[in-house]
């Protein structure tokens, strides 16, 4: 049983949800390669050898440590908006590292990252496969307090 927001009810919870994911990823995104970019002079550039690897082990730390850290990542928090679980409360570390986990297979497998973005777009809670598979919900900020 679930205690989020219902969409029926609050749907406040969700306006536009979908549109600030988007661009939270893209923030997101954005920030894990200039961390990148930044830590290359300290590997002496090698780490342009196994750029992708770095990417995505810096990408993994950055979504686990921002999401244990406020329920958010930095782009999430810019957009106004957070994760909950089930019992609409903030991410602790183990459902951070869940939540990273499913979005890394999301990412590395083109058919489920088509699946979550077309339930992004189609469900009353704007849900990722992973947020079902979880139990978890994208909610606007400024509300979910």
């Given at each position: 049983m679930t205690q989020t927001p219902d969409p029926d009810l609050h749907p406040q919870f969700y306006d536009g949800i979908a549109g600030k994911r988007l661009l939270a990823w893209v923030i997101d995104v954005t920030l894990v390669l200039l961390f990148c970019v930044l830590i290359l002079p300290f590997t002496a550039f090698t780490g342009l050898f196994f750029f992708p690897f770095?990417?995505?082990?810096?990408?993994?730390?950055?979504?686990?440590?921002?999401?244990?850290?406020?329920?958010?990542?930095?782009?999430?928090?810019?957009?106004?908006?957070?994760?909950?679980?089930?019992?609409?409360r903030p991410f602790d570390f183990m459902t951070a590292l869940l939540h990273t986990i499913g979005y890394s297979l999301s990412m590395t497998v083109t058919i489920i990252q088509v699946v979550s973005a077309v339930l992004i777009c189609t469900t009353a809670r704007r849900q990722s496969l992973t947020d079902m598979a979880l139990g978890t919900v994208p909610v606007n900020r400024r509300l979910s307090r």
């Open positions: 770095l990417t995505l082990v810096v990408g993994f730390a950055y979504r686990v440590a921002t999401l244990t850290g406020g329920s958010a990542t930095w782009g999430m928090r810019l957009m106004a908006m957070e994760l909950r679980d089930h019992r609409d």
